[in-house]
C-alpha cells in the first residue's frame, strides 16, 4: 500500500560506512518501520525497527551499536546509518512500513516494501 523506494547502498571497505534512505509516499497508515536484509541463499532478517508513534527502537545483537535507525517526519524519509561494516553485512537491504501495536520483527508483519539497495562490504 505504501510506496517505498530505498536508496544509498554501494561498496564499502571492512570498517567504512554508509547511510541508506528510503522514501515512503504517505506514513499516516503506519506504525511502525524497519529495516531487513537478505544475503544469498539467507532468510531475510530484520536489522532495525522503529515504532513511528513513541520513542521506541530495536536493533539485534549482530548491529547493535554499529547501527542506527531514524525516520525524517517532514521528508517521509527513513534512514539507516551503518558504521564500522563487515563483510558479514554484505546483503540486499529493505525499508518496510506496516501497522501494529507491537514493534515486530518478523517481516510477515510489514505490509509494504521497498525494491531493495545492495550493500557489500569487502575485507
Known amino acids: 500500500q505504501v510506496h517505498l523506494v530505498e536508496s544509498g547502498g554501494g561498496s564499502v571497505k571492512a570498517g567504512g560506512s554508509l547511510q541508506l534512505s528510503c522514501v515512503a509516499s504517505?506514513?499516516?497508515?503506519?506504525?511502525?518501520m524497519g529495516w531487513f536484509r537478505q544475503a544469498p541463499e539467507k532468510e531475510r532478517e530484520e536489522v532495525a525497527l522503529?515504532?513511528?508513534?513513541?520513542?521506541?527502537?530495536y536493533y539485534p545483537d549482530s548491529v547493535k551499536g554499529r547501527f542506527a535507525i531514524s525516520l525524517d517526519n517532514r521528508k517521509n524519509t527513513l534512514y539507516l546509518q551503518m558504521n564500522s561494516l563487515k563483510p558479514e553485512d554484505t546483503a540486499m537491504y529493505y525499508c518496510a512500513a506496516g501497522r501494529s501495536r507491537y514493534l515486530e520483527a518478523h517481516p510477515s508483519a510489514y505490509n509494504s516494501w521497498g525494491q531493495g539497495t545492495q550493500v557489500t562490504v569487502t575485507s
Open positions: 522503529m515504532r513511528l508513534d513513541i520513542d521506541h527502537t
Open positions: 504517505d506514513l499516516t497508515s503506519s506504525t511502525m
